[in-house]
């Protein structure tokens, strides 16, 4: 895995008024002018946004949706989880604010596989538009929604081929993205799958390439305060006993988010 960097908080602009731009129902992007993490961001880090609001302390983490091809800004791309919370306040901060960031943080997904396929499930699609932009070789993408509108699927289809499930069957096979796998005939076995999604998708997947022996890497989402490994607050279960903790844990924001899959218990 590509090891972060360090952290460090930066101040950004933000360069659109995320108001006008949903991508799907609650479902919105951001363009963050901030050049010193963007230079570093690796596909699969995140940053911890600082809201100016006194009542909410603690930073909202986000994963990075994509990089500007000159690296100087970051888009993201997140759900606004309900009426009062950081989310619905960041979606309403106005073109040209001032924002404060904390990263990029966290280990990202390997660049050296050159046949891979993506799995992508809901709002754990817009971590994966990064790397299958820099990846070389063969690249394949497995997005699944609940339905409505097939939001960055587009954008995917511009470096490999894109199959698509939908729990309601507006959107490709009616189902899961294993679901599409096995009605695709999508032959994972000499690839390299990297996932994000919730944690049923992941688990599900997590068995499949186990029993078939495939080389999977999967992103975890949890809860976070501190963003930096220090509070302890977003640990997972794993295989083996973390060095920091001398327990079968792994701190989701430092270690993480992405992990080889046998290493994590899901």
């Known amino acids: 895995m590509l090891k972060s960097s360090g952290y460090i908080t930066f101040h950004g602009n933000l360069q659109k008024n995320v108001q006008s731009q949903s991508v799907e129902g609650n479902i919105y992007e951001l363009w963050i002018e901030v050049p010193d993490i963007a230079k570093k961001a690796m596909p699969g880090q ?3 946004i600082f809201l100016n609001d006194k009542s909410r302390l603690l930073p909202r983490p986000i994963s990075i949706c994509s990089v500007s091809s000159d690296k100087t800004s970051l888009r993201l791309v997140y759900r606004v989880t309900g009426k009062g919370s950081g989310t619905e306040f960041l979606s309403t901060m106005p ?3 001032k924002i404060d960031l904390l990263g990029p943080a966290g ?3 390997p660049l050296d596989s050159t ?4 799995i992508g499930g809901g709002i754990g699609i817009p971590p994966l538009l990064e790397i299958m932009k ?3 070789g063969r690249r394949r993408a497995v997005l699944g929604y609940k339905g409505g509108s097939p939001f960055l699927k587009d954008e995917f289809e511009v470096y490999g081929r894109v199959y698509t499930a939908s729990d309601d069957g507006s959107i490709g096979v009616k189902g899961t993205v294993m679901d599409a796998v096995l009605k695709n005939e999508i032959d994972l076995n000499h690839a390299t799958v990297m996932a994000c999604g919730p944690l049923p998708m992941l688990r599900a997947l997590k068995e499949y390439c186990t029993l078939y022996d495939i080389k999977c890497y999967v992103s975890l989402e949890e809860r976070m305060a501190c963003s930096i490994g220090a509070c302890l607050a977003c640990v997972c279960n794993t295989v083996e006993k973390d060095s920091h903790s001398c ?4 701190r989701v924001c430092k270690d993480g988010p992405v992990f080889p899959a046998e290493e994590v218990v899901l």
């Open 46 to 48: 995140f940053v911890s």
């Open 247 to 250: 327990v079968n844990n792994a």
């Open 107 to 109: 280990n990202g997904f």
């Open 115 to 118: 046949d891979t396929v993506l």
């Open 134 to 136: 820099r990846l070389k």
């Open 95 to 97: 073109r040209g604010a």
